[in-house]
């Protein structure tokens, strides 16, 4: 009903950028709040960042500073810019939505696949 589909990930030098993407599609009426998460190779997923449809944003603590979440209501895309990357920032970033399916009115939470974000010298 309704897909999310990550992209930008790659593979960077600590200290570089990357922005993410990740754009929704489907049977949509509305796009609620979006949200990037990330699993490291043996750890949980974790929150990085959210943001509400109204453009309040909330991140967590270790990427305060370096990464910006943004969105594009108008494309249902989310988007993370990636700054002054880190080792530690290495992980499978995953984008989430709070989605109303058009027609049903029923309410989703939605994950993407994922995009792999390297950060090695």
């Known amino acids: 009903q309704v897909q999310l589909v990550e992209s930008g990930g790659g593979l960077v030098q600590p200290g570089g950028s990357l922005r993410l993407s990740c754009a929704a599609s489907?049977?949509?009426?509305?796009?609620?709040?979006m949200g990037w998460y990330r699993q490291a190779p043996g750890k949980q997923r974790e929150l990085v960042a959210t943001i509400t449809s109204g453009g309040s944003t909330n991140s967590a603590d270790s990427v305060k500073g370096r990464f910006t979440i943004s969105r594009d209501n108008a494309k249902n895309t989310v988007y993370l810019q990636m700054n002054s990357l880190k080792p530690e920032d290495t992980a499978v970033y995953y984008c989430?939505?709070?989605?109303?399916?058009?027609?049903?009115?029923?309410?989703?939470?939605?994950w993407g696949q994922g995009t792999l974000v390297t950060v090695s010298s």
């Open positions: 989430n939505a709070g989605a109303r399916v058009a027609q049903t009115g029923r309410y989703l939470e939605v």
């Open positions: 489907g049977s949509i009426f509305r796009i609620y709040a």
